[in-house]
Every structure is written in C-alpha cells, then in structure tokens.
Nanobody
Framework: EVQLVESGGGLVQAGGSLRLSCAVS????????IAWFRQVPGKEREVFSS????????YYADSVKGRFTISGDNAKSTFYLQMNSLKPEDTAVYYC????????????????WGQGTQVTVSS
C-alpha cells in the first residue's frame, strides 16, 4: 500500500519560511514523480511544483518560482518543499502527491495523495 505522509505545515508571518516534508512508502516503481498541490477553499486544487526521481528534473509554477524549492532524498524516500518569502496568498492546504508519470502530475493528476497539511501566512 502506497502511503504519503506530509508534515511541517503551520502558521507563519508574511516573509517567513516553512519546510514541508513528504514521506513516501510502498511505491513499487523505481522512478516516479512527486508533486506538491495546494487548495484554497472555493478554488480548484493546483499543482505548483514537482520533481522526478528519474532525473531530478523539477517544475515550478510562476506563482512560487524563486521562492519555493522542491528536493528529495531518494534513499529516505522523503521529499521536501522549502518555502521562503511566504505571502498571505500562499495560505492553503498543501498536498503531497505521487504518480508513476511526470506528465500526469504536470497536468494536475496524481494517483496517490497525502492527507494534506495547512499552511497559514499572516499579514
């Protein structure tokens, strides 16, 4: 059974930083993609960052480029999202997701999902 467990959310002031972690277990593929999504109430969930375990290639949406960094420790099957210069508009529930296809996650789809963690940025 594939499991993704996120941690690291919380409340931070604007301009501050947080690091989210996503521990992955049970994935049978050697290579897969990890993506971070976020969702604000009343809006669709959006993918804003992803990383491929195959070649380490990464993707960032314009809204987070230059502020967020995705990384992974394949040996620990743990992936990280370092979020700097946080803004109130970054407030959302953040989800870690995994899929065998990098293409699918870039289109906003994923097979496996974590439970979500709340990130709140106060102004």
């Amino acid at each position: 059974e594939v499991q993704l467990v996120e941690s690291g959310g919380g409340l931070v002031q604007a301009g501050g930083s947080l690091r989210l972690s996503c521990a992955v277990s049970g994935f049978t593929f050697d290579d897969y993609a990890i993506a971070w999504f976020r969702q604000v109430p009343g809006k669709e969930r959006e993918v804003f960052s992803s990383i491929s375990t195959f070649d380490g290639s990464t993707y960032y949406a314009d809204s987070v480029k230059g502020r967020f960094t995705i990384s992974g420790d394949n040996a620990k099957s743990t992936f990280y999202l370092q979020m700097n210069s946080l803004k109130p508009e970054d407030t959302a529930v953040y989800y870690c997701a995994a899929d065998a296809s990098s293409g699918r996650v870039l289109l906003g789809y994923a097979t496996y999902w974590g439970q979500g963690t709340q990130v709140t940025v106060s102004s």
